[in-house]
């Protein structure tokens, strides 16, 4: 881009420039230097080029025979308008008559006191928090209301670490009528416990309907549900050879056996065709390592699935410098309560435990522990004689039943093997 101006200069842009090439423009916060010239300008950059939120770090040094100023770009003392504004300079070539317009960035100097920190400093003063120094300069130069300020929160202080030490002292009471050993396994069952229901459906335990129990809007809202439509149309006109080859590939049985029952006709065969292609979007994303941004796009899953997908069941991770997508083992443990919540509603609120746990796959054990921290009841197969139990399903299945269901939470302990 050349723009031609009056004094026949023309204005030449740079074009993108990355940040070791942008010009330095420098603000002093205690004035104008006078003698800019005498000055010597360092700048230092982050050493970390891998990590994406380091690597633009830079710190400048301006030297001078009576004081040094030192500004950076990040931290409390950096001017925020650099992420809110962008800077441009021009320089003047006179021979050519050209400016050349160059991308730019804001340092504000502030000058520092040679031999101000730990030369003079006593030992005692290196160990002083911000907060000490602060109640030190209130005791020495501040007004009469800070001081009064400053005595009633040490008086508070003071009335908090005997509160301390009275909890600490009532804490070792309760170990030592109860046990090291005992609370500690408290402790763990309870925290198993918080952690699972973190990652449970939101749950109305006091619905009137199994139906309201986990809503269904709250596993897919009404605009989610909507933009499922043409990839549910998809998946309810499979052929039985499609069916057949999903079925020998694995990881879809669920889906499978559903597409297999689904309704004939009529909005309830729309419905089912829609969670059927949802839950095999569920059940593909556990069977994955890593995700990117491409996550279902062969299968045709739109945008908004893609991004609840990424959003709800997957964590963000540093990886080369790059961010990444991965499914934790806590994340694993949601996506199976959801996969259930599903479930049941695709079927009458009863879902099969022992095709599910295959497709996303984890332990039968890890299954039943997301169904009964679901409140689920476990169905037991009645037993039969031996050419019946060839005909009957032997599946482990859970269905939902008013009032929920409170299991005990247990804990095993393996015992050591002895050495002969």
Same mark, same amino acid.
Not at 159 to 172: C, E, R, S
Not at 368 to 382: D, F, N, P, R, W
């Given at each position: 881009m050349t723009t031609n101006m009056a004094a026949s200069c023309s204005l030449v842009c740079c074009g993108e420039e990355s940040d070791s090439e942008k010009a330095v423009i420098v603000r002093f916060s205690n004035g104008s230097v006078k003698n800019a010239d005498k000055l010597d300008f360092t700048m230092y950059k982050n050493a970390d080029e891998s990590n994406p939120r380091k690597k633009s770090r830079r710190i400048m040094a301006a030297e001078s025979e009576r004081l040094c100023y030192v500004g950076n770009n990040f931290g409390a003392g950096s001017l925020k308008c650099n992420n809110l504004c962008k800077y441009y300079v021009g320089v003047l070539n006179r021979q050519t008559m050209q400016m050349e317009v160059h991308s730019a960035q804001l340092f504000n100097m502030q000058p520092v006191i040679p031999g101000d920190a730990t030369e003079t400093a006593k030992p005692q003063d290196a160990t002083q928090t911000y907060r000490d120094k602060v109640d030190s300069l209130i005791e020495a130069f501040g007004t009469n209301k800070q001081k009064r300020a400053l005595s009633t929160r040490r008086l508070n202080q003071v009335?908090?670490?005997? *509160?301390?030490?009275?909890?600490?002292?009532?804490?070792?009471t309760v170990i030592d009528q109860k046990g090291l050993e005992a609370l500690q396994q408290e402790v763990a069952e309870t925290e198993i416990q918080g952690d699972l229901a973190l990652h449970l459906p939101p749950c109305n335990a006091g619905a009137d309907k199994p139906e309201n129990v986990y809503? !269904?809007?709250? *596993?897919? +809202?009404?605009?989610? !549900?909507?933009?499922?439509?043409?990839?549910?149309?998809? %998946? &309810?006109?499979?052929?039985?050879?499609?069916?057949?080859? %999903?079925?020998? @590939? =694995?990881?879809?049985?669920?889906?499978?056996?559903?597409?297999?029952? %689904?309704?004939?006709?009529?909005? &309830?065969? @729309?419905? &089912?065709?829609?969670?059927?292609?949802?839950? +095999? %979007?569920?059940?593909?994303?556990?069977?994955?390592? +890593?995700?990117?941004?491409? !996550?279902?796009?062969?299968?045709?899953c739109p945008r908004i699935i893609q991004n609840k997908l990424l959003r709800t069941f997957t964590v963000e991770t540093f990886n080369n410098g790059r961010v990444q997508n991965i499914l934790s083992a806590s994340m694993r443990s949601k996506l199976a309560a959801y996969a259930l919540a599903l479930l049941l509603h695709m079927n009458h609120m009863t879902g099969d435990l022992t095709l599910l746990h295959r497709d996303l796959g984890i332990t039968e054990a890890r299954m039943?522990?997301?169904?009964?921290?679901?409140?689920?009841?476990?169905?037991?197969?009645?037993?039969?004689?031996?050419?019946? =139990?060839?005909l009957r399903d032997t599946n482990r299945h859970a269905s939902l039943v008013l009032p929920l269901v409170k299991y005990d939470q247990f804990m095993e302990r393996r015992k050591r093997k002895k050495m002969h």
């Open positions: 009335g908090g670490d005997t *509160l301390h030490q009275a909890v600490a002292k009532a804490a070792n809503l !269904f809007d709250d *596993l897919l +809202s009404p605009v989610e !549900f909507g933009a499922l439509e043409q990839a549910g149309s998809k %998946m &309810a006109v499979l052929t039985p050879e499609e069916l057949k080859k %999903m079925r020998d @590939d =694995a990881g879809c049985l669920c889906v499978v056996k559903h597409l297999e029952n %689904m309704p004939t006709v009529g909005e &309830a065969r @729309d419905k &089912a065709a829609r969670c059927a292609f949802y839950l +095999s %979007m569920l059940l593909k994303l556990a069977r994955q390592k +890593s995700i990117t941004r491409k !996550f279902g796009q062969e299968e045709g039943i522990e997301v169904a009964k921290s679901m409140g689920l009841t476990l169905i037991k197969q009645a037993r039969a004689k031996a050419y019946e =139990a060839e």
